[in-house]
């Protein structure tokens, strides 16, 4: 099922030579020259224009504008190239395409937002780009991609074969197979690394789930990575707990240290900034660990259940919210919604939103009873009508995916467990259809398992 072409980005962190990597630093710097050149003709003309209207010169008989279509851009540069820039020879001429291509972007948008063919926010006109401003470089002729039979390392027009930090084989497998048609390369410096990152033609093949009937709910949790209907409890990735420990040593570390000061204008020491970017690093790593779980996560949920349960969380409201756990809990539940939502498509798999305002983490998964309150601190469900006991976050798992099989089952029904929390006893739609009590058996031993794992 499924199936398709889909554009998909695989990024690689690289391990450059030195050589390699002033290489890098060449190119992007040969897009931000190139850039920066066209910006300046284009702002000359520009102004050029704007003057010789305010003389009353008329229309027709002004200096001609400067078109910036990325293709004239191009054809200008090579023009002025020898003059204005004569060591361009020194890096791929892909350098320079990417600045003016951008650059053509960046004043189209502008155009198109002035003349309100652009919604959103408004596009101010583009600036110069300053030494600071981020390195990148996107190739998009030459050659570039995977090596043959080399998982680590990628080739790049010009600077040649990098080799990478991980394996290539996420990508690899595709390109093996004769379904992966790389489009361009980028590179880009942050937070102390070279990246690479291909946008891939991919085309899907893949497998239907192996349980289509089941429905699993999705509770993303704070301590693990999330709890399943299923009992089962995905533990956080390994290398996150590690990671979030140094992080909070060297946010101590950086505290002792001489910041920076607004108001004194007081520049920060040199240990401050080493610190900040192992900071930086740091925070690059807790993220990457913790998509990665998700990643491994959704897919085996769609490739396993034919209907995926998620809550439709307030995700802005929530990663506002001051306390961290819940703004990391929000942040992984957008996550884990957008692979899921795309995953599901390649196979096949219905995902299902609970509705905001469904009280999953309130509700009894025994006897359908809501709660009036519940506090976040409260690790453990207790209903104080059946007298279920059960971890909180497997409660609303099992309710997420109850909430499945109900609306499957009886369409008719799904109205009423839509309503807002605050139902002190929302029993009617649980007890209508009882569903809630569809899977008897495991309270006792899920009461016990859980138990275990949140002691731990
Ligand atoms: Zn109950």
Not at 10 to 23: E, N
Not at 61 to 87: E, G, H, I, Q
Not at 201 to 224: C, F, H, Q, Y
Request: hydrophobic share 35%; charged share 25%; net charge positive.
């Amino acid at each position: 099922m499924g199936g398709g072409v889909v554009i998909h980005a695989y990024r690689f962190v690289l391990d450059p030579s030195p050589g390699q990597d002033d290489a890098l630093r060449s190119h992007c710097g040969g897009r931000r020259y190139a850039f920066n050149w066209g910006l300046a003709r284009v702002k000359a003309n520009l102004g050029q224009r704007e003057a010789e209207k305010s003389y009353g010169i008329p229309a027709d008989r002004l200096t001609p504008s400067v078109s910036w279509s990325a293709y004239s851009l191009r054809k200008d540069w090579n023009r002025a190239k020898d003059a204005v820039a004569p060591w361009w020879a020194e890096n791929s001429k892909e350098a320079y395409s990417s600045g003016l291509a951008n650059l053509a972007t960046a004043l189209g948008d502008w155009a198109d937002s002035r003349s309100g063919k652009r919604r959103g926010p408004r596009v101010g006109f583009p600036g110069f780009k300053g030494k600071r401003s981020g390195l990148s470089c996107r190739f998009t002729t030459g050659a570039f991609g995977l090596i043959d039979g080399d998982r680590r390392h990628v080739k790049l027009p010009r600077i040649g074969a990098v080799r990478t930090h991980e394996s290539t084989r996420k990508l690899a497998r595709h390109v093996e197979r004769g379904a992966a048609r790389i489009r361009s390369a980028t590179v880009s410096h942050r937070a102390g690394r070279w990246f690479v990152s291909f946008s891939v033609e991919i085309a899907r093949d893949d497998p239907a789930p192996t349980r289509p009937d089941s429905a699993v709910g999705v509770d993303l949790g704070v301590k693990s990575l999330a709890v399943l209907s299923t009992g089962e409890t995905v533990p956080n990735p390994r290398h996150l707990e590690t990671a979030r420990r140094d992080l909070r040593r060297l946010q101590r570390q950086a505290a002792r240290r001489v910041g920076p000061d607004k108001r004194t204008r007081r520049q920060p020491s040199q240990r401050w900034r080493t610190t900040q970017a192992r900071i930086a690093r740091l925070h690059t790593a807790v993220a990457n660990a913790r998509r990665d779980g998700l990643h491994k996560l959704s897919t085996r949920l769609v490739r396993t259940h034919g209907t995926v349960v998620l809550e439709d969380l307030n995700v802005s409201g929530m990663t506002k919210n001051r306390r961290l756990a819940r703004h990391v809990a929000g942040v992984g539940m957008a996550e884990l919604r957008r692979q899921i939502e795309y995953k599901a498509a390649w196979s096949g798999v219905r995902v299902h939103l609970a509705d905001r305002w469904y009280p999953s983490s309130k509700t009894c998964s025994g006897c359908g009873a809501v709660k009036a309150k519940l506090r976040l601190s409260e690790r453990t469900f207790r209903c104080d009508a059946c007298g279920l006991v059960l971890d909180r976050d497997l409660n609303a798992a099992r309710n997420l995916a109850a909430l499945a099989r109900r609306e499957t089952s009886s369409p008719s029904c799904g109205a009423t467990i839509n309503e807002p929390a605050g139902n002190p006893r929302q029993t009617r739609a649980t007890r209508a259809t009882g569903t809630a009590t569809g899977r008897p058996a495991p309270t006792g031993a899920g009461q016990r398992r859980h138990g275990n794992v949140s002691t731990a």
